[in-house]
């Protein structure tokens, strides 16, 4: 039974997650209301999972959520960074030139600051042979790289980066650090005309993260290496 720490566990992909791996694993997830966590808790079949409050953009939010984490499990064996947002959405693409600059520092804070502060917290309670998991985005890949929602695109382009350079600093302790694109999914995000339910995704993502042969460095969707 390994110990999975997941953000954004509350709804969306992160729920789907939690789902999943609470069935044969501890989980603890993050949500940023009490009320929404516990109900997600008291909704599950089996008793594994418990959850943190965080708020990824808030330095002090983070460092109280990994203490509380750490009252909770020893160690921490799977971290999935999925919380993330997406303004404007989908279905309301703005231009580059036409981009409010404080969507892009909001977006920045949340999908990449959100994911090296949870990491800077949380590595040093990680032991060796642990994996990181960061929720990309095919949005973010530059091979094919479109238009509209550049915020979006670019946080994630930078985490893809930071896959990298966590992937080779912390090769020392033998954390292997992948990001994945969880596909076009149907949640609040992605939207009802996305391809694959929450289900179809999570379980996906669930069997990448438990494989014998978990690479390091890369970007995957399904298991495949795509280009950066
Ligand atoms: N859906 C897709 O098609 C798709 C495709 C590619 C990549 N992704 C990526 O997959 C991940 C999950 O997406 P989703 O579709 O499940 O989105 P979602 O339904 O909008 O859920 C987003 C999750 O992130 C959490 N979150 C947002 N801001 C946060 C913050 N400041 N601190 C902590 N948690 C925060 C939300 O919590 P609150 O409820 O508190 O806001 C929620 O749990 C994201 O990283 C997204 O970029 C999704």
């Known amino acids: 039974m390994k110990n999975i720490f997941i953000t954004g566990g509350n709804r969306g992909i992160g729920k789907g997650l939690v789902e999943q791996f609470s069935k044969n694993h501890n989980v603890i997830f993050t949500a940023r209301d009490t009320n929404q966590a516990q109900m997600i808790v008291d909704s599950l079949e089996h008793d594994n999972a418990d959850y943190v409050i965080m708020d990824v953009g808030v330095n002090e939010s983070v460092q109280n959520g990994v203490k509380n984490l750490k009252s909770k499990i020893s160690s921490v064996d799977i971290l999935i960074n999925n919380a993330g947002i997406l303004i404007p959405g989908l ?6 030139i036409d981009t409010d600059l404080d969507s892009m520092m909001e977006t920045f804070n949340i999908n990449t600051i959100g994911v090296l502060r949870v990491c800077k ?14 929720i990309s985005s095919g949005m973010g890949q530059l091979e094919g790289m479109g238009t509209g929602s550049l915020a979006y695109r670019l946080s994630k382009t ?10 080779q600093e912390l090769m020392e302790k033998k954390i292997k650090v992948n990001s994945i694109c969880p596909g076009w999914v149907k949640t609040d995000m992605g939207g009802h ?6 289900q179809e995704s999570t379980e996906n993502i669930m069997k990448f993260a438990l494989d014998d042969n978990f690479p390091s460095g890369k970007f995957l969707r399904n298991g495949e290496v795509l280009p950066w």
């Open 91 to 96: 279905k309301h693409k703005i231009s580059a």
């Open 193 to 198: 005309d996305a391809s694959l339910t929450i």
């Open 158 to 167: 930078a985490l893809n980066a930071m896959t990298i350079v966590l992937s």
């Open 121 to 134: 917290a949380l590595t040093p309670f990680m032991r060796t042979n642990s994996r990181i998991i960061n």
